[in-house]
């Protein structure tokens, strides 16, 4: 079970703090995305920074449980909101938060499982 959840949080590490750089460095996609679902594009480094804090949060709960736990919890919330807002403008291009939104809610329920919320 543990090597599950490592290799789980990782992946989640890894992903979400490559989307996270794409968000913070004004790379043109997520600006052509925010346009798309009519979000403000002041809001593009908002979520770029709480994509970054979700994957610190995943990597900080191997030290402190209840880290992680907590981040995987925010990004699971992330990725539905991000879901819905695709979904809400007609778009149907959802498999990448789709995708995210599963590896962080298997990061949580491996962790839950492996060491409970705390």
């Known amino acids: 079970m543990f090597a599950a959840y490592v290799t789980v949080t990782i992946l989640g590490v890894v992903l979400n703090g490559v989307t996270a750089v794409f968000y913070l460095s004004g790379h043109e996609y997520p600006k052509t995305q925010a346009d798309m679902k009519g979000v403000p594009r002041k809001w593009v480094p908002v979520l770029g920074t ?48 789709t995708v995210l939104l599963a590896i962080a809610a298997a990061a949580l329920a491996l962790g839950l499982a492996d060491h409970g919320p705390w």
């Open 50 to 97: 709480l994509l970054a804090a979700g994957s610190l949060g995943l990597l900080a709960g191997f030290a402190v449980p209840l880290l992680g736990t907590l981040a995987a919890s925010g990004l699971v919330l992330y990725f539905i909101g991000a879901i819905i807002a695709h979904l809400r403008v007609g778009s149907r291009a959802i498999i990448a938060g």
